[in-house]
T-cell receptor, first 112, second 116 residues
Framework: DQQVKQNSPSLSVQEGRISILNCDYT??????FLWYKKYPAEGPTFLIS?????DKNEDGRFTVFLNKSAKHLSLHIVPSQPGDSAVYFC???????????FGKGTKLSVIP | ETGVTQTPRHLVMGMTNKKSLKCEQH?????MYWYKQSAKKPLELMFV???????ENNSVPSRFSPECPNSSHLFLHLHTLQPEDSALYLC???????????????FGSGTQLSVL
């Protein structure tokens, strides 16, 4: 019973196009959401986050959207670049807890 | 050095061996974590330390024994492991502390462990 699901194990996108990575969660107590990026042989690095009081947060080419009623968040990357090729993890936490619950990750490949 | 450093990067051990994983953070953080990433599974939290005190043990088997001598160093002592313990072990740190936790974790590169 995964609380955080990333249903697409992989995604291929052409350079310059938009990449959309999706994440669904089941726990209504989650109120803070993060995306991490992981390159091979490296640890995950924080990318962008959003709290439940917002529905959108933007940072350069990266935008995270939150739909609380649907318990769904997505990460948009536009324009996608080959250097964005990595595994992207969605993570959620709830009510001041330090515990992050991660999804399994989506491997993004941006094709030049 | 900056960030979170883990050693060794790779480790192969037999089921009867005893080994230790080391993590060091140079970020001035107060909280440190051990995560496990098995193939095709999400990252799983194992242990959390805040100000050197263990605040979380996610039902981890006793063959994994953490040690946090100070806020900058974290160890994971391994003994009599099983082949299913083969995984990537990631150390992370965050602000932590009395003022409240930060969910923004800084991860090391991990130790890829293989148990034969």
């Amino acid at each position: 019973d995964q609380q955080v699901k990333q249903n697409s194990p992989s995604l291929s996108v052409q350079e310059g196009r938009i990449s959309i990575l999706n994440c669904d969660y089941t726990n209504s107590m989650f109120d803070y959401f993060l995306w991490y990026k992981k390159y091979p042989a490296e640890g995950p690095t924080f990318l962008i986050s959003i709290s439940s009081i917002k529905d959108k947060n933007e940072d350069g080419r990266f935008t995270v959207f939150l739909n609380k009623s649907a318990k769904h968040l997505s990460l948009h990357i536009v324009p996608s670049q080959p250097g964005d090729s990595a595994v992207y993890f969605c993570a959620c936490s709830g009510a001041g807890s330090y515990q992050l619950t991660f999804g399994k990750g989506t491997k993004l490949s941006v094709i030049p | 050095e900056t960030g979170v450093t883990q050693t060794p990067r790779h480790l192969v051990m037999g089921m009867t061996n005893k080994k230790s994983l080391k993590c060091e953070q140079h970020l001035g953080h107060n909280a440190m974590y051990w995560y496990k990433q098995s193939a095709k599974k999400p990252l799983e939290l194992m242990f959390v330390y805040n100000f050197k005190e263990q605040t979380e043990n996610n039902s981890v088997p006793s063959r994994f024994s953490p040690e946090c001598p100070n806020s900058s160093h974290l160890f994971l002592h391994l003994h009599t492991l099983q082949p299913e313990d083969s995984a990537l072990y990631l150390c992370a740190s965050s602000q932590g502390g009395i003022a409240g936790w930060s969910e923004k974790l800084f991860f090391g590169s991990g130790t890829q462990l293989s148990v034969l």
